[in-house]
């Protein structure tokens, strides 16, 4: 086999590096999945079940480990809806009109991910907390948001806002506003022009923007630290329980928290690959339609 046909190979194989190279490069990411991914998971299901599966579901239906449960359910129930209203609308305003402070919108949009999680959390704490802005009224009126669920609920619907926003906005200004434009021209109303047409054209970024959203709501930790007070049985999400256990030297009922929580990532991520293999489905059967012939 002579250079040249070696050349054209490898520019089939979409590459020009010899297999080696690429036999490399394969062997350092599955050895890179293999001790930070794989490892540690497996670690944390050996260390859970180490007292066998009794002690497991024993550590699962703690009263304190159930409410942490309850409550980290809860939360992920409040913000990702909400967050998915928040976010079309921010993602259609930036993406199909044109206004003054739309760079502004933007940059609002991404400040959650520039913006420490326990940053967000004190912000949270300055504005209602019992010396905040709003303390002493919200203490007159036996109002509670610091150290209770709805801080919590505030603090992820923070740190989570920017993930359906950010899935939407490219996705709405690579499809431009040509068919809103067309409904609109043929009488639908704006309300008819959504759902007939612009959220159908969004709708696997849409439940792509909410996996993400729902598994980082269900994940955060250092947001929901700070304003939860870690009350036992009250204010404490699955992480923040995972912690108090650690601490107190429990390590099988913190592990099994724990494996819980890699156990819902797990879900969503066999969510996410079958929201992705449809996707790409639905975009090779548009591709393969034949060309529609002139009239």
């Known amino acids: 086999m002579n250079a040249t046909t070696k050349i054209v190979r490898r520019a089939q194989a979409g590459t020009t590096e010899s297999a080696w190279v690429r036999w490399t490069l394969t062997g350092v990411a599955l050895l890179f999945m293999l001790l930070f991914l794989l490892l540690p998971l497996a670690a944390v299901a050996t260390e859970a079940l180490r007292k066998g599966f009794g002690a497991y579901f024993e550590a699962l239906k703690e009263p304190d480990a159930w409410s942490a449960i309850r409550l980290t359910l809860l939360t992920a129930a409040i913000a990702v809806p909400l967050n998915l ?7 259609w305003a930036i993406a199909k009109f044109e206004f003054r402070g739309k760079a502004f919108l933007t940059t609002l949009v991404d400040l959650p991910f520039a913006v420490s999680p326990v940053v967000a959390g004190l912000i949270y704490v300055l504005v ?3 010396q905040g802005w709003f303390g002493p009224w919200l203490a007159e009126h036996d109002i509670k948001i610091i150290f209770a669920v709805p801080g919590i609920v505030l603090a992820t619907i923070f740190v989570t806002f920017p993930f359906i926003a950010r899935e939407l906005i490219p996705l709405m200004q690579a499809q431009g ?3 809103e434009q067309a409904a609109i021209v043929l009488g639908a109303t704006g309300w008819q022009t959504f759902w007939r047409v612009t959220l159908p054209n969004i709708k696997w ?3 792509y923007g909410v996996i993400l959203c729902n598994a980082r709501a269900m994940g955060e ?3 929901v630290s700070v304003v939860s007070g870690h009350i036992r049985g009250q204010t ?3 992480p923040l329980h995972v912690e108090v256990l650690y601490n107190e030297y429990q390590s099988v009922a913190a592990f099994a928290v724990a494996s819980l929580l890699a156990i819902l990532a797990l879900v969503t991520l066999v969510i996410k690959s079958f929201v992705e293999w449809r996707h790409e489905r639905e975009m090779k059967a548009i591709a393969d339609l034949p060309p529609e012939r002139p009239v």
């Open 85 to 91: 209203v928040f976010g079309i609308c921010a993602a």
């Open 128 to 130: 209602f907390g019992a």
């Open 177 to 179: 506003t040509d068919e």
């Open 205 to 207: 970024g849409l439940i």
């Open 221 to 223: 930790f250092g947001a």
């Open 236 to 238: 404490n999400t699955m």
